[in-house]
């Protein structure tokens, strides 16, 4: 069952039965391509076409949809495929959830070769399974494995993996309203040898976890607490891939915020304070503009994290001022503005009542309302609402209805039974 | 064998045998304190008397010395020490060497719970094992570990531990000159759950590896490219611990300054583009100053990790000052400074013939002389001897002769048998 553990640890280990089949079956492949630089590598490309199944033999009962707790159950199956660089990628393989078995000399346990993304699959109105904007995630989570010389690959090949997947455990996406099946992918370096050096193994793998909705008793927005003293990304550092090696740093900020009790971070950044990101959200701020509406986040400036979330925002902001789909609870006369927006702006907007929301968005929560940010000793008072803000409640109806198929839309993407 | 997999997944799988004989043996020994800060914490305290030893029934031969690369071959066991919040630090285990199991949640996988220290083994002129300045290496995990959420310890307790391991490992020792067994400690989270949060289960682990000389064939002095535009650290960051999320970002820019022409990263900071760290090691520049010769390193300002090589060059730089130890070959007019040193000084110095030396400092190499920069598109050129100036060859020469034993000195640690 265990077939993973004999791969990842090839180097040390007697040959898979799985690696050479996956050989011959490679040998009429094309030469692959990088996708980042386009550059012919004479490496096996990633293939969904070369998928080996195994079904488990002992498939389990999700928990009860009202017992779930964030990451904590993971479903019967778990997509695997390892790389090496002598070969390129392997055959992914489909195989029941199992332990990873690395030596410890493996560079994922030393250098934090390690990156992430986070989806979800969701069940809609008539019992189809659909992801939301996959594409995105396969974009960025190249560019992240780019960054820390980690191998790059084909994102439809990766989405047509998910899709399988997910459809094999459609069992595991609770129905209940909100819920969905959160969807992680990893790349990891496991080359047995220390040293700091491109990896010349790794592993791609995909768990998936059946979650809860994240406002389980109503909204309930959170209070932040900006320190210039803590930074969590710089210029020419990798504040903008979705590195392992940025979320460890960020939790003894947070215990040390809860403390003085907000439940996240402001991460600012600079002499003069930009707000950048809060926790592992993007961060939107809506202030009075004249008789408009100025809805506000943080540029894409090398330091911010590209979110799905974030986007997704963007784009529904600009198609309601272009007209292109307008939405009425949003306000009419609304600007959008990717910019650096300092904490004394906020402060200045809060003084003159032009404050007139903050929320973060993401993944997890789609988006999250901010009502109180702590800022050298004093708090910055933001309008909630009935504990969320109209601009945050249209948002999050837009792109619930989008990831449901209660409205047809690009973004939305079905996973056709197998 | 493979106990450790059994604990390390305890959140899932059965009680382990050797956790019940743990809690028993626990049972009598105080409350620990937090050796961060004092506190009484409840939990079970790192206890080397407590070590578990399970001898390997299959040893092998360690490789040929002249065959030997950096971390590629480890001796016949290892140490591990499970640690779960609500127990504290379990029964240490001495065993065979062998893979680590993990579920394919565990934080180390997503987040970079992560961090490690470096440190060698030698074998004496008679043939004892000596370690050097290991407290240093304790100080400095248990700073990182409280960095990110990781559990602290009693330095003591480990050293204790790691004397045992490299005792029963005695005969991976290679005893040709500039030979060593490297040890490699390491602390990672466990927990199976994802979510960015503190974990609840963690493992302390420590794998040895024999080494060559870093220089085979006489001094090679090496070549660094400085762009401003990468960043190894910032304040409010991580850059003075030793973290693993600090290592994988920095192997693109390395392969990326090879493409150049250049070995290693001359890591720059801020608009006035200071000089701090070179590749992963610590930097020392020598400055002709009037009749005498200042020896400059970058303060420990948060961005520097405190090396112990660089500490123990301070020490041996100020003790041949102070007259407590001179060195002939050491400047007579010396001076030791901790101060920002920014490129544009050290271009300065060059073209008024100024500059006399630049080295890296750290446990792998010692030493690592330089002999170009490249800033700009232009190459600083460093005088570098035959290979190693004449700073950078006095400070070899004093730290092995410590380290061999060759002189009494209190930082080399002599391992008793077993």
């Known amino acids: 069952m265990i077939t993973l553990a004999r791969t990842a640890l090839r180097a040390r280990a007697a040959p898979s039965p799985f690696r050479h089949a996956a050989a011959l079956r490679f040998q009429s492949t094309s030469v692959s391509h990088d996708p980042m630089t386009g550059e012919a590598t004479g490496l096996k490309h990633l293939d969904a076409s070369a998928v080996v199944v195994t079904q488990s033999n002992a498939p389990r009962t999700p928990p009860p949809s009202q017992s779930l707790v964030f990451g904590a159950n993971f479903s019967d199956h778990m997509l695997s495929i390892p790389w090496n660089s ?93 819920h969905s099946l959160y969807i992680r992918p990893a790349l990891i370096g496991t080359e047995a040898a220390l040293g700091v050096h491109p990896t010349k193994d790794a592993l791609l793998f995909v768990i998936c976890s059946p979650v809860g909705p994240y406002y389980k008793t109503g909204f309930k927005p959170v209070a932040l607490e900006a320190d210039p003293n803590k930074v969590r990304a710089w210029p020419g ?28 971070n402001l991460w600012l950044f600079g002499e003069e304070h930009w707000l950048t990101e809060v926790g592992t959200m993007n961060l939107f701020v809506a202030l009075k503009k004249g008789d408009g509406v100025e809805l506000v986040t943080p540029p894409l400036n090398g330091m911010i994290l590209p979110g799905v979330t974030r986007d997704s925002i963007l784009h529904i902001a600009k198609d309601h001022v272009s007209g292109k789909y307008p939405i009425d609870s949003l ?31 993401g993944t997890a929560a789609v988006v999250s309302p901010v009502d109180r940010v702590g800022y050298k000793g004093k708090d910055i008072k933001i309008p909630a609402g009935d504990g969320i803000g109209p601009i945050a409640k249209a948002m999050l109806e837009r792109i619930t209805d989008i990831q449901l198929g209660k409205v047809e839309h690009e973004w939305s993407v079905v996973v056709d039974e197998v």
Chains 1, 2 share one sequence.
């Open 86 to 178: 002598g070969n390129g990628w392997d055959a992914p393989k489909i195989h029941p959830y199992s332990p990873l078995q690395l030596d410890p000399s493996a560079v994922i346990f030393h250098y934090a070769p390690s990156l992430f993304e986070g989806m979800k699959a969701y069940k809609d109105v008539n019992g189809k399974v659909r992801l939301f904007r996959p594409d995105m995630n396969m974009k960025r989570m190249n560019t992240s494995a780019a960054r820390i010389a980690l191998p790059t690959f084909e994102g439809e090949q990766l989405i047509s993996l998910i899709k399988k997947l997910v459809a094999m455990d459609k069992g595991w996406i609770p129905s209940e309203p909100g």
């Open 237 to 264: 550092g990798t504040g903008q891939y979705k590195l392992g090696g940025n979320y460890a740093p960020g939790i003894l900020p947070q215990l040390e915020a809860a403390r003085r009790g907000y439940q996240q």
């Open 331 to 361: 306000p009419k006369n609304l600007t959008v503005s990717e910019r650096e927006i300092s904490i004394h702006e906020v402060i200045k907007a809060e003084q003159s009542g032009e404050l007139i929301e903050m929320f973060g968005a």
